[in-house]
Nanobody, 118 residues
Framework: QVRVVESGGGSVQPSGSLKISCTAS????????LAWYREAPGKQRELVAT???????VFAEFVKGRFTASKERNRNVMHLQMNALGAGDTGLYLC????????????WGQGTQVTVIG
């Protein structure tokens, strides 16, 4: 069974930066896609960024130019560097591994809280 674990959340002042990470256990397959979503009270869950096996990233419009993402080679480990954070970025950040083959399915972590205060 795949286990997805997020880490690195916390509190930060406006305009600050934070880096969060996602680790999915087991082997990494070329069809795997990792994604960050976020949830905030009263708002729908929204997609923040995705990265495929080759490290190609796609970002939501509302984080372009502020967030960057990287993936460790041949591992399902993804890092999200968040800069110029604002109150609207507050939320629970969840990582999802989408696997197409080899026990196909969506695997979610429990999330890591990011809070922009001040």
């Amino acid at each position: 069974q795949v286990r997805v674990v997020e880490s690195g959340g916390g509190s930060v002042q406006p305009s600050g930066s934070l880096k969060i990470s996602c680790t999915a256990s087991g082997n990494a397959y070329i069809s795997d896609v990792l994604a960050w979503y976020r949830e905030a009270p009263g708002k729908q869950r929204e997609l923040v960024a995705t990265v495929n096996h080759y490290g190609t990233t796609v970002f939501a419009e509302f984080v372009k130019g502020r967030f960057t993402a990287s993936k460790e080679r041949n591992r399902n480990v993804m890092h999200l560097q968040m800069n110029a954070l604002g109150a609207g970025d507050t939320g629970l950040y969840l990582c999802k591994l989408r696997r197409t083959y080899h026990s196909a399915g969506d695997y979610w972590g429990q999330g890591t809280q990011v809070t922009v205060i001040g």
